[in-house]
């Protein structure tokens, strides 16, 4: 741990709290927009029903209330935040719920735009899918990447297609790979998002998920856990038996050796999945989240261990 210089000492992984601290000297809070974008996996043109664990609202269960206008969602979210953290100061919106990329340039300006002129917010954070990054959005993003802090989050889950084709994610880890590049040449800071758990996957295939995306050396990663929420697929699925979820003790085990293998310089953005406490059917053990992050860093303490302890550049 004495070489691990992206820490305060409290985590033994660069915390995306720390970053942003040093970044700006201050807190900065995502604020979850949903700007009501659909999803090239649920309108058909890549798929139908989307990815298995999707809920109805894109993995934005979170995100704000679709039927407000993005800016009063944003002023409402940030006066909530302003009730619980009286200092808070920097913001950046998070276009959280479903691929926010896939529209026309035209639409795409009309939602990001407007909070550039926004004060105290940073920047602006985009999930998206590879697929949905053509060459106008491309160049929009390296426009507006110049012009604010721009972070592209990119759904990947495993880099196994058969995998990939088992949680019907309609998309190749090779176009994952494609999208990630195009990002990345253009100088644009991208957060891979993967998820421990996922049906048909053992604890290797999750080790080999992170050690290739750690080839990679993103900027940001976020590990999920694979929640199972009401009326989804995947509930189907975990209805007749057909996978089960993590233990705590597994999880933590996992995401202990995946933070092994990330270079020390990938920011940490999430170490566990924010599920809707109504929709979770399973793990609910994940509902007390400080605790398993608690658990995280006194085991990491115990084994001595700290995020790119095993990260090598030339596998
Ligand atoms: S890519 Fe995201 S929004 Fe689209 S179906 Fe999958 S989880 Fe849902």
Known sequence: MADFKYSDGTKRY?????????????????????????????????????????????????????????????????????????????????????????????????????????????????????????????????????????????????????????????????????????????????????????PGENKEMMLASAAKTAQLKPDFVKLHLLHVLKNTHLAKEYASGEFETLSLEEYIDIIIKQLELFPPETVIARLTGDGARAELIAPLWSLKKFEVLNEIDRKMKELGTFQGRLYSNDR
């Open 14 to 198: 660069h915390a995306l709290d720390y970053y942003f601290k040093k970044k700006y000297g201050a807190k900065v809070f995502k604020v979850s927009l949903n700007a009501g974008f659909t999803c090239p996996n649920i309108d058909g043109s890549k798929g139908v029903g989307g990815c298995t664990y999707c809920s109805a609202s894109g993995s934005g269960d979170f995100a704000g209330d679709p039927e407000r206008s993005l800016d009063e969602q944003f002023e409402a979210i940030v006066a909530m935040m302003h009730k619980k953290w009286k200092n808070a100061s920097l913001y950046m919106p998070y276009f959280q719920a479903h691929t926010n990329t896939y529209a026309p340039v035209a639409v795409l300006k009309k939602c990001f735009e407007p909070f550039l002129e926004k004060q105290n917010v940073v920047g602006l954070d985009i999930a998206t899918r590879s697929d949905a990054l053509n060459g106008e959005v491309l160049e929009y993003l390296e426009d507006l990447n110049k012009r604010c802090d721009l972070i592209v989050e990119l759904g990947l889950q495993s880099v196994f297609d058969e995998t990939g084709r088992r949680i019907n994610r309609c998309m190749s880890y090779a176009e994952f790979l494609e999208g990630y590049s195009e990002l990345k040449s253009r100088g644009i800071k991208v957060c891979v998002h993967l998820i421990n758990g996922l």
